[in-house]
């Protein structure tokens, strides 16, 4: 049974975008670039963000953040289009991702203590939480069996948004940190339930062979 939800980028959006990239990812190919790279530079970049950001230098730490993201987008399309994909890549993606969003946060939190704004930077603390719960709820429900993919508030749509925001302006910012935190733990949330829905569907479907 498939499972699916509205998100804040719709992923038609997603995939044009990613087709768009289909030339860069073939000369990356050409190049004999390894999506790994791109990994370890997505990680990097973003950890530029978040000293621009300590450093109370908010737009240029959105374009990094921004930068940064972008970098998870090509590793991901290079490794399929040139049939590097593995397990462990896969791993190691997930795994750097998080490290990322963990850094990320510290320097918003860090910039707005800076500026004795405490209720944002708890703001930036809940949305770790819930970015980090988001990816926890998927991984443990697919370790059991269920499909948990759906969600409102997805990696490209936090990334997206933080970046954006503090490149827009201060207000846009603490707004754009206010709704990952609210969103991406609803979206954790709904993962949840998903699974839920699922085993409740399988019991009732064992209890009816038993009958």
């Keep these: 049974m498939a499972y699916s939800s509205r998100r804040l980028i719709p992923q038609s959006l997603q995939d044009s975008f990613i087709k768009l990239l289909s030339p860069l990812i073939t000369l990356f190919s050409k190049w004999g670039l390894r999506p790994h790279y791109f990994t370890i ?18 737009r240029p730490a959105g374009i990094f953040i921004l930068f ?10 290079l490794a399929r289009s040139t049939g590097k994909a593995s397990r462990f890549g896969a791993l190691l993606d997930s795994t750097v991702d998080r490290y990322s969003e963990f850094i990320m946060y510290l320097g918003i939190a860090v910039y707005f203590i800076d500026f ?5 930077s708890a703001a930036a603390y809940l949305a770790l939480c819930g970015s980090f719960m988001v990816s926890y709820a998927r991984g443990r429900a697919e370790s059991l069996g269920f499909e948990a993919k759906l969600g409102f508030m997805q990696r490209p749509e936090r990334i997206i948004l933080i970046g954006l925001g503090a490149l827009i302006h201060i207000t846009a910012f603490k707004i754009a940190i206010w ?23 399988r019991f009732k479907d064992d209890v009816v062979l038993k009958t």
């Design 68 to 77: 940064g993201g972008f970098c998870d987008t090509i590793d991901g399309s």
């Design 179 to 201: 709704l990952v935190a609210l969103l991406a733990n609803f979206t954790a949330l709904q993962r949840i339930r998903c699974a839920y829905k699922q085993d409740s569907a």
């Design 116 to 120: 004795g704004d405490y209720s944002t």
């Design 41 to 58: 530079a997505g990680v990097v970049i973003t950890s530029l963000g978040a000293a621009a950001f300590m450093m109370g230098y908010m």
